[in-house]
């Protein structure tokens, strides 16, 4: 058969576009080389891939096959049938089953099986893989090769050559002298080594089972060797996949570690599921095992990862941030932690989860370096939860672990088992109003503290409407409704009169708020100013802690610009607005192309006033303290935003918080700053109605952050700080710096807290991390 379709060969194929060739100094060349020498200790090293795969992908391309009919394109044909010969030139491509050749000239003898290919000879393998050679020899149906000076372009942008290289069966490659890199190559200065590369005496290419074996490796960066292993394996760059052993974690010392090493193996069970094995030996306390497990469904996911270890450091007495005396704890021996977490689909409206977190102890997620020590409690909570058109419905149970042992007591930690939350927004009805409603209900326990049960429920009803003046109007109608059985009402965290009681609270609540913007235009700009009046009628409340009612989700207060014009200024509903108020502001917007002002400044005017509220929320008379927000963008990169409260009559600043950005990628400046006259935390811890409150109370919180970065090119660097402005000290500090191109990332991050968690007063800590594209990460902690 002979077919004079044209096709384009190999050599007509256009090269990708390679990047301008690397111009890093020697002084950097070196200082990378002895970095990444400090990692590489001469041992042999197996790299897995741990990318947990989805239930769709597929496994590549189907086996070579013997038998398989061979079809041929070429320009032109010849046939020697005494010597039984056959010659294909011009454009030749020949491919059988999934694999095929092209090259200039393929020359084929039917004594002996064997096909010669030369000039610009390519073989495409069915995952993707080609192999460049400038002559190769091939029997049985391409799966015997032989190949000299062969080059390959893989997965992921790697690529591989070889001096030689020899194919068995179809299933193994076997190369010398190999050079392997995922580096773009310098197009003007092909020449020139890449960024880094792997060179090796010889290698195995297993075809069959997606893997490279190197021996005698080097391992070059800039064309310097800064690293040698006897072996080294990794996947194919095309597996996303594979059991073995993933790079390890190495660190020279460690406050509690001291020096520590870890050696994960990655086990990939099935296409949907795979669990990683982290053995890791320390000098200064006992080993740790933890196991990662991942199983992806096809209706959810599950994350479990455990550890169980051997803590042999203990810990002594201290005197916690608020002065309580914490006695020492002998927590050591066997310790662990679990982290799970799952989420199921029931059906297109349904979905059920847990998420679950626990530690044996806080001593030992510190030693340890667990995830979410730090924090002061850990939570763990199991939910089912519904979505439908304008409704969600929830019901979960929580439970809380504390960490922090010298202002966390575990004993008044509350138990939610269960709560239960429903809302529902209807669609506009007949009077051009829209109906909602929600309900919250649980039931709470508390072993040193208040332990209580609510059934809740909010009605709401909102119809806008506007006149021909351009005001705009909402009226609504809400009422708030609930009640309550409880028991240890005098302790933590209401301190109330009595130790038990059963009440009910119900406030109806009518409100009319009207929006009367003026707008300007101008040329490439805009000026709106908006007054805003709304007036607000309720039955007056009473003093809510005298009346006996728990307090749960209310506790945590805040009035600012953003709770102004709320129904109720409380975060949740067991503490509400009532009586007479008028609530006033004043919105303005100047907008003059990118730029932007925008301001708002207000006040509520009250009748009643609940003097059950806390001291310096700024509405504790019938003025309320005054709010304002400014937000200023007065060029492209510079933005911030100010909040403010401030008393009406003397001026002082009783709530403030901002943050700011400025700059351009090349140098960028972020901060933050909050002030609050007392630290209401202590509030809820201690019965200051009975006795003076904790001098911790009185300590304004009064923080600010501040951070810059920078990104030239391929370099990034960034720092940041934290100090806390009452009491005069840093509260953390970090910088770190990064190289990144299209293979290779250098990080260095330091990190230094400065805050005292059970009796550990501050931690420093410093990483290296070393990313390889195609081969994987190398950490190390200092």
């Known amino acids: 058969m002979r077919r004079r379709t044209v096709a384009p060969s190999a050599r007509t194929i256009p ?25 590489l200790a001469g041992l042999p090293f197996e790299i897995a891939r741990a990318q947990i795969a989805l239930p769709s992908e597929g496994h590549g391309g189907a086996p070579m096959q013997r038998n398989e009919p061979v079809t041929f394109r070429a320009d032109s044909v010849s046939y020697d049938s005494k010597a039984g010969i056959v010659t294909w030139t011009g454009h030749v491509e020949i491919w059988q089953n999934d694999h095929a050749i092209r090259a200039d000239r393929v020359t084929y003898d039917r004594n002996s099986g064997v096909a010669a290919a030369s000039g610009h000879v390519a ?93 005698d490796v080097y391992l070059d960066m800039f064309g310097l060797p800064v690293g040698y292993l006897p072996f080294f394996s990794t996947p194919d760059p095309s597996v996303k996949r594979q059991s073995g052993f993933l790079l390890g974690d190495i660190s020279p010392h460690d406050k509690y570690l001291g020096t520590y090493v870890t050696v994960p193996y990655f086990w990939a069970i099935d296409r949907e599921s795979d669990v990683t094995f982290v053995p ?106 519904g979505f439908g058109t304008g409704a ?27 709560r239960y939350q429903y809302y529902f927004t209807g669609t506009p009805d007949a009077l051009g109003g829209r109906f909602s409603l929600g309900t919250s209900d649980f039931n709470i326990y508390r072993a040193n503290g208040t332990s209580d049960q609510r ?46 009681a059963s009440t009910a609270q119900a406030l109806p609540t009518a409100a009319l708020k009207m929006n009367w913007p003026f707008l300007k ?52 509903v067991d503490r509400l607005d009532g009586g007479l108020r008028a609530n006033y502001g004043l919105h303005a917007n100047w907008t003059f192309g990118s730029r932007q002002v925008d301001a708002l400044v207000g006040e509520s005017l009250q009748e009643h006033i609940d003097r059950n509220q806390l001291p310096d929320t700024g509405l504790q008379t019938h003025a309320s303290d005054i709010v304002a927000r400014l937000r200023f963008t007065p060029v492209r990169y510079l933005d911030f935003t100010v909040r403010d409260r401030f008393d009406h009559n003397t001026g002082r600043t009783n709530f403030a918080d901002g943050l700011f950005s400025a700059g351009v990628p090349l140098f960028s400046v972020t901060g933050g700053y909050i002030y609050n006259r007392h630290s209401f935390y202590y509030y809820y811890n201690n019965n200051i109605y009975t006795s003076a409150p904790p001098q911790a109370y009185l300590i304004p919180t009064n923080e600010g952050t501040i951070g810059l970065s920078s990104t030239w ?28 191109n299209d293979c290779f990332i250098f990080d260095v991050a330091f990190n230094r807290r400065y805050t005292t968690i059970n009796g550990d007063s501050g931690d420093t800590s410093i990483l290296f991390t070393l990313t390889f594209k195609t081969l994987g990460t190398f950490p190390v902690n200092g």
């Not at 006149?467 to 209401?494: C, E, M």
Request: glycine content about 8%; some cysteine; charged content about 20%.
């Open 15 to 39: 090269a990708p576009p390679a990047p301008a060739c690397p111009t890093l100094s020697r002084r950097r060349r070196l200082l990378c080389a002895g970095l990444y020498g400090l990692s």
């Open 123 to 215: 073989i495409v393998e069915p995952d993707g893989q080609v192999l460049f050679s400038d002559y190769a020899e091939l029997t049985q149906g391409m799966r015997q090769a032989v190949m000299t000076d062969m080059r390959g372009i893989m997965a992921m942008n790697g690529k591989m050559a070889a001096n030689g290289a020899r194919r068995t069966d179809g299933k193994v490659n076997d190369l010398s002298r190999v050079v392997y890199t995922a580096c773009k190559v310098c197009a003007e200065h092909p020449e020139h080594p890449p960024f880094w590369q792997i060179r090796a005496y010889d290698a195995t290419d297993d075809l069959e089972h997606k893997r490279i074996e190197y021996r």
């Open 280 to 385: 890791l030996l320390s000098t200064n306390t006992g080993p740790q095992l933890t196991a990662q497990y991942r199983h992806n469904f096809n209706s959810g996911v599950l994350r479990v990862t455990g550890a169980v270890a051997y803590d042999t450091n203990k810990t002594g007495a201290y005197t916690a941030t608020n002065g309580n005396q914490v006695a020492a704890v002998d927590d050591k021996g066997v310790q662990g932690y679990m982290f799970a977490k799952a989420q199921f689909d029931w059906n297109q409206y349904w979905r059920y989860g847990a998420d679950v977190n626990l530690a044996s102890s806080a001593n030992y997620m510190r030693d340890y370096r667990i995830t979410g020590y730090g924090a002061d409690v850990l939570s763990s909570d199991a939910y089912i939860e």
């Open 392 to 418: 969600y419905s929830r019901i979960d149970g929580t439970a809380f672990q504390g960490l922090n042992a010298g202002v966390i007591n575990q004993s008044e930690l509350p138990f939610v088992l269960p």
């Open 455 to 500: 059934g809740q429920l909010s009605l709401n009803w909102d119809r806008p409407f506007h006149d021909r003046w351009g005001q705009i109007f909402v009226f609504t109608a809400h009422l708030d409704s609930s009640a309550y059985k409880a028991t240890k009402l005098d302790l933590l965290p209401n301190y109330a009169g009595v130790n038990a």
């Open 521 to 572: 235009s101008m040329r490439n700009s805009s000026v709106i100013l908006e007054p805003i009046v709304q007036l607000i009628a309720a039955p007056n409340y009473g003093n809510s802690r005298n009346r006996n009612i728990p307090n749960e989700d209310s506790l945590d207060y805040e009035f600012t610009d953003s709770t102004l014009f709320n129904i109720n200024r409380h975060e949740g």
């Open 713 to 740: 090119k391929q370099w990034h660097v960034a720092g940041y700080t934290r100090r806390d402005l009452s009491n005069n000290r840093f509260v953390a500090i970090g910088t770190d710096a990064s190289y990144t």
